[in-house]
């Protein structure tokens, strides 16, 4: 998977989520589901192009988990649907997760316990050593990113911003979830999330 800024226009998207993945639960499928966004403007946006943006954004999110997640979402409990949510967007974008397992993960095992603009920035600026795509962004391309990636921490429950700092909030993973996760070989991201080895 290539490195991607799509994230700049991409949010996290949790009750938007939650009425896809109830829609492909009742037998719709990507195509129909772009026409809904379209036609009823099931995501309460102003305009169709970014009606089929979230649409497609999402689809490939849900997509890129088993289909038996989509229940998780659906009827389980907020934090459970979230920890889903953000498992699907690293499961779709290769610079975020990296960012969840190079900055997140390891704040949790070295007890910081926090994310600094310092671990941020040298994440971004090691990966515009390493990769001639990122290299290319603009500064507001990379700011952006790095905004968004925060939002989708706090929107997700795993952060909480605390007298100025970003501080990590280690989610709760119910057994059942752990143990599907871990039959289906996420526990990369699993782990990315909650600090395990």
Do not use: C
């Amino acid at each position: 998977m290539k490195y991607s800024a799509g994230m700049v226009s991409s949010l996290f998207w949790l009750s938007e989520t939650r009425k896809t993945a109830k829609l492909l639960m009742v037998g719709n499928d990507v195509h129909a589901i772009r026409v809904l966004a379209q036609t009823e403007n099931i995501y309460q946006v102003k305009n169709e192009t970014r009606a089929r943006k979230i649409a497609n954004v999402i689809v490939k999110r849900l997509k890129s988990l088993p289909d038996d997640y989509l229940k998780f979402i659906v009827t389980g409990d907020i934090g459970t649907a979230k920890l889903i949510i953000l498992i699907s967007i690293m499961k779709t974008d290769r610079l975020f997760f990296e960012f969840i397992h190079q900055v997140y993960r390891p704040a949790i095992r070295l007890g910081e316990m926090a994310i600094t603009d310092r671990s941020i920035n040298n994440f971004f600026d090691e990966k515009k050593r390493q990769s001639e795509t990122v290299a290319v962004w603009t500064e507001t391309t990379t700011q952006k990113l790095k905004q968004q990636y925060i939002k989708n921490l706090l929107e997700a429950g795993v952060i909480q911003i605390v007298t100025g700092q970003r501080k990590i909030i280690i989610p709760l993973v119910d057994y059942n979830l752990r143990k599907q996760l871990e039959d289906h070989g996420f526990t990369p991201y699993l782990n990315a999330i909650t600090g395990e080895a």
